[in-house]
């Protein structure tokens, strides 16, 4: 009605954006395959596509962690400014623009491996889950972790199956 855009306010992004390559240039020559590769050629730029949170996990590292986090919410906002969308070409989710919320982290306690979705935790630790979440969503979230600064927000994190597991 008012002439604006479809927006899903809700991306995935456990690993990186989930959402379809966008054209570079104005000659719009950007194709994606269907296929389990997603390969895309022509002037395309494309989220990328962390390891499992599991082995992010077992690097104990903050400072990885935080980085992964602002490069998720860097390219969420840049794939929403330029027509991203959710998902893969073949997925009917592919109709929703990138939206500024994202499902990530996931902050389940690894209890039990016969859950099945072991790969999306980072651990079985509840303090490294801690560690993981806030260093995620503090690069997830801002521009600068400096006092004082005119940081913005790049992104919000909805953490991910808080009660549904644990």
Not at 38 to 53: E, K, N, R, Y
Request: charge should be negative.
């Amino acid at each position: 009605r008012l002439g604006l855009d479809a927006v899903s306010f809700s991306s995935e992004a456990l690993r990186g954006v989930w959402a379809t390559c966008v054209p570079t240039s104005a000659s719009k020559s950007c194709e994606c395959s269907d296929d389990a590769s997603g390969a895309c050629t022509g002037d395309c730029a494309c989220a990328t596509i962390f390891p499992s949170v599991i082995s992010q996990g077992a690097t104990f590292d903050n400072g990885l962690w935080k980085s992964i986090g602002s490069a998720v919410g860097r390219e969420g906002r840049a794939l929403q400014a330029f027509g991203g969308k959710t998902g893969t070409p073949s997925s009917p989710a592919a109709e929703d623009a990138v939206g500024a919320v994202f499902h990530a982290p996931n902050v389940n306690v690894l209890r039990d491996g016969r859950w099945g979705r072991a790969q999306e935790l980072a651990s079985e630790d509840p303090h490294v889950i801690a560690d993981y979440a806030y260093n995620f969503i503090g690069g997830l979230q801002y521009t600068s972790h400096k006092p004082n600064s005119s940081a913005y927000v790049l992104g919000l994190g909805v953490c991910e199956y808080f009660a549904g597991y644990s």
